[in-house]
């Protein structure tokens, strides 16, 4: 006879076919459970006792005289053996499961696509099946993980298929543009009015006594005077009747420099490349501890650098995280340590986030350094004077402007087989011996 009952909230009940309870008993039935369920079992005889033998995993408890409940408590494998008054017993294994029914549900509805199933052990929880990629397998271990302790991955992860490449093309555009204005006059009396003089705002090197001669006309007749000249500066005028004479500076200088590299850099998606156009400089370091007092080296790059890190999306777009930088020595600024000269830098830098399709570009502007130095010098009182305090005034300009642009253009790119195009030389770097051709 096969019964099925609801024991109280015991859960879910099983039909089990109740067997008669014979003085010879049969093999062992094999029953499975799962936690927190329980099943009745039906006995044709009236029931003497009933024994477990491990009562943590499946306890069991005579309903009736005729009905015995099995109550699956923990997972694991249980012996039960059922007697009755006329000595007969009957003896089931039980195997109690966890109830995996809610993490299979979890796992359908976080991942509908995969075919991924989860099984039960004594002690953890393993995941088979078949999983798209790599990032879906740890993404359900850490799922399962989150709800159950133990936890074991055995899932078999697809062949990765080709990845998309990241081309990124940059252009860096650097204009720096110096404009220099200077102008002075030093004026030097070889005599004139009997005096021997000169002036000087000292902003550009004055003539000294040495080397153009003057005689002077009055009572100290027949007395010579000489002028050195270090630097002439751009003009010079003497008279020799007047024994006056004067040094000008009046220039105008202007510079020009472009820079511009054009780097192209190839990274799979969600990888980091680098780019570095320059050079590196000895720093020297001077050591502490068991060693101080030593001096070592490092070496500290600069020039041109690159750095990006490039995402496609799922919605086709390109999402990168670039930092250019732009760096040069700066001797001026520099330092002397230990009879080194450590020159300073100089730099310029930007990081940041965009977004982009495929090849649209982005610009990185406005990096600009403006500076004007002037110096004006004057000989107090006399630059003062009407019309002729112009002769005693030296006036210097300097107007630097440096603007730096970096424009970005991402491509994605499949890898291909084949061989890329080599260069074409104009001519053989080295021909054949003897200078056959």
């Not at 039935?29 to 995993?57: F, K, N």
């Not at 860096?172 to 004139?192: D, H, P, Q, V």
């Not at 732009?326 to 986030?353: M, Q």
Request: with cysteine; hydrophobic share 40%; proline share 6%.
């Amino acid at each position: 006879m096969n019964t099925l009952r609801w024991c109280g909230s015991i859960g879910v009940l099983l039909c089990v076919t109740g067997l008669p309870l014979g003085a010879a008993s049969p093999d062992p039935e094999e029953l499975s459970l799962t936690v927190g369920t329980g099943v009745v079992i039906d006995c044709p005889e009236i029931i003497a006792r009933v024994a477990a033998s491990a009562p943590e995993v499946v306890d069991a408890v005579t309903a009736s005289s005729r009905e015995v409940l099995f109550h699956a408590k923990g997972v694991g494998k249980a012996t039960l053996v059922v007697w009755s008054k006329s000595g007969q017993r009957k003896t089931y294994n039980v195997t109690v499961e966890p109830n995996l029914e809610p993490l299979r549900k979890l796992l359908r509805e976080a991942f509908p696509e995969e075919t991924i199933d989860v099984r039960a052990t004594r002690e953890s929880m393993v995941l088979v099946g078949r999983a798209s990629s790599q990032v879906v397998a740890d993404r359900a271990l850490t799922l399962i993980a989150a709800s159950v302790k133990g936890a074991v991955s055995n899932l078999q992860v697809a062949a990765a298929g080709v990845e998309n490449q990241v081309l990124l093309r940059v252009r860096f555009a650097e204009l720096n543009r110096s404009t220099l204005s200077e102008f002075g006059i030093n004026l030097l009396s070889t005599g004139a009015l009997n005096t021997q003089a000169r002036t000087s705002t000292g902003q550009f090197a004055a003539p000294t006594l040495d080397a153009v001669t003057g005689t002077m006309p009055a009572t100290t007749a027949g007395t010579t005077t000489t002028f050195s000249f270090s630097d002439l500066l751009n003009i010079f005028a003497f008279r020799p009747d007047l024994n006056l004479g004067a040094v000008i500076r009046d220039l105008q200088t202007r510079g020009l420099v472009q820079i511009l590299a054009e780097p192209n850099l190839v990274a799979t998606s969600g990888k980091e490349a680098s780019f570095l156009a320059g050079g590196e400089f000895p720093v020297p370091v001077v050591q502490g501890g068991a060693t101080s007092g030593a001096v070592s080296v490092q070496y500290r790059e600069f020039g041109i650098r690159l750095s990006f890190t490039p995402l496609i999306t799922p919605n086709h777009t390109i999402r990168l995280h670039v930092k250019p930088e732009v760096s040069s020595l700066d001797w001026a600024d520099g330092v002397t340590l230990s009879g080194f000269r450590i020159p300073a830098l100089t730099s310029r830098r930007v990081e940041t986030d965009i977004e982009l399709g495929e090849g649209q570009s982005f610009v990185i502007g406005g990096l600009i350094d403006d500076r004007v130095v002037e110096n004006l010098s004057q000989v107090p009182g006399l630059s003062h004077i009407p019309l002729l305090g112009t002769l005693f005034k030296s006036r210097s300009e300097n107007r630097s402007k440096t603007e730096l642009i970096v424009i970005v253009t991402p491509e994605t790119a499949l890898p291909v087989n084949g061989r890329a195009a080599e260069p074409a030389m104009p001519k053989p770097f080295l021909g054949p011996a003897g200078g056959k051709k």
